[in-house]
């Protein structure tokens, strides 16, 4: 099982937590595309991350991505973004955020053309966007989709705002989002449906904390996982869109591909790194995951 990861351009993290009464600073690759990449292979899929790396930022990237993903790298002179993120008292503070450049013409034809064909040669593809605007231009994820699903490859996007209208429009096979991007008068059920429009076979929200709502064969349905304390919500989404994906990748029915969704999600926001978890975890917790059609108005 194979899987095709974009991920535009990686940050470098930089994590203080305290052990012991003392600062416990923590140096990690992070970004939506990573994070996926990362519980992808866990679950036992093999993943290729396509991603451009530049600058210092860039350069520390690399040495830390390339150990633990397989990695189609692509040199720019645009550099990686970076933060710093206080943990100390349990939540995030960013300290300091310095934005990814944006990458230029001949750069962003490299980079599209590494994940075409990545995806084509895996037959799944995941898009996920840079955590900074400028980046890519919108039209990047609109023809990469459609490229790609036309000649074969299954594409799934998790994306927001006008990166998500643009990919919508290639016609993606999953579409998973967040809660935010839903118009605060629109039931998710009737959002859900809307995206699905696009030609998706499958639509899920997630919802942070609270269940989320998947679309698929004209029903919409809670994806109820076992409530466990949460150490970091981060990350949860991007896990669960790994979880799809490889649902997507070997060939599971929509309900066991969900059950491992809600499952990855659950394990990732118990953990202290991002998109971790093991996959033994993940398929035992998915046993108790729960699919519950929708009936109320408001999921309609």
Same mark, same amino acid.
Request: glycine fraction near 12%; charged fraction near 25%.
């Given at each position: 099982?194979?899987?095709?990861?974009?991920?535009?351009?990686?940050?470098?993290?930089?994590?203080?937590?305290?052990?012991?009464?003392? #600062? +416990?600073?923590?140096?990690?690759?992070?970004?939506?595309?990573?994070?996926?990449?990362?519980?992808?292979?866990?679950?036992?899929?093999?993943?290729?991350?396509?991603?451009?790396?530049?600058?210092?930022?860039?350069?520390?990237?690399?040495?830390? %991505?390339? #150990?633990?993903?397989?990695?189609?790298?692509?040199?720019?002179?645009?550099?990686?973004?970076?933060?710093?993120?206080?943990?100390?008292?349990?939540?995030?503070?960013?300290?300091?955020?310095?934005?990814?450049?944006?990458?230029?013409?001949?750069?962003?034809?490299?980079?599209?053309?590494? %994940?075409?064909?990545?995806?084509?040669?895996?037959?799944?593809?995941?898009?996920?966007?840079?955590? +900074?605007?400028?980046?890519?231009?919108?039209?990047?994820?609109?023809?990469?989709?459609?490229?790609?699903?036309?000649?074969?490859?299954?594409?799934?996007?998790?994306?927001?705002?006008?990166?998500?209208?643009?990919?919508?429009?290639?016609?993606?096979?999953?579409?998973?989002?967040?809660?935010?991007?839903?118009?605060?008068?629109? !039931?998710?059920?009737?959002?859900?449906?809307?995206?699905?429009?696009?030609?998706?076979?499958?639509?899920?929200?997630?919802?942070?904390?609270? #269940?989320?709502?998947?679309?698929?064969?004209?029903?919409?349905?809670?994806?109820?996982? #076992?409530?466990?304390?949460?150490?970091?919500?981060?990350?949860?989404?991007?896990?669960?869109?790994?979880?799809?994906?490889?649902?997507?990748?070997? +060939?599971? !029915?929509?309900?066991?591909?969900?059950?491992?969704?809600?499952?990855?999600?659950?394990?990732?926001?118990?953990?202290?790194?991002?998109?971790?978890?093991?996959?033994?975890?993940?398929?035992?917790?998915?046993?108790?995951?729960?699919?519950?059609?929708?009936?109320?108005?408001?999921?309609?």
């Amino acid at each position: 099982m194979s899987i095709a990861v974009l991920a535009p351009a990686p940050d470098l993290t930089v994590t203080v937590e305290e052990l012991d009464g003392r #600062p +416990d600073i923590h140096l990690h690759a992070g970004g939506q595309g990573i994070w996926q990449a990362r519980m992808a292979a866990a679950l036992g899929a093999e993943v290729t991350v396509c991603a451009t790396f530049g600058g210092e930022t860039g350069q520390a990237l690399r040495h830390l %991505i390339e #150990p633990e993903l397989r990695v189609q790298a692509i040199d720019v002179s645009a550099r990686n973004g970076s933060y710093v993120h206080d943990r100390r008292d349990g939540s995030r503070t960013e300290v300091v955020r310095m934005a990814a450049d944006p990458l230029t013409r001949h750069e962003l034809d490299d980079l599209y053309e590494a %994940i075409l064909l990545a995806g084509l040669r895996a037959g799944v593809a995941v898009l996920g966007g840079p955590l +900074d605007d400028g980046v890519v231009p919108d039209s990047l994820y609109e023809r990469l989709t459609a490229d790609l699903t036309s000649n074969g490859c299954k594409v799934v996007v998790d994306l927001s705002g006008s990166r998500l209208d643009a990919a919508c429009e290639g016609g993606p096979t999953v579409i998973k989002v967040s809660d935010e991007e839903v118009p605060k008068d629109e !039931p998710l059920g009737k959002a859900a449906a809307r995206l699905a429009d696009s030609g998706a076979e499958i639509v899920v929200i997630s919802r942070a904390e609270h #269940p989320s709502l998947a679309y698929f064969d004209g029903q919409a349905y809670l994806v109820e996982s #076992p409530g466990l304390v949460p150490v970091d919500t981060w990350g949860g989404g991007d896990s669960m869109t790994a979880a799809l994906a490889y649902g997507l990748a070997a +060939d599971l !029915p929509w309900d066991a591909a969900l059950r491992l969704a809600g499952a990855a999600g659950a394990i990732n926001v118990t953990r202290h790194g991002l998109g971790t978890g093991s996959g033994h975890a993940v398929r035992e917790l998915s046993e108790r995951v729960r699919l519950t059609p929708c009936v109320k108005e408001e999921d309609r």
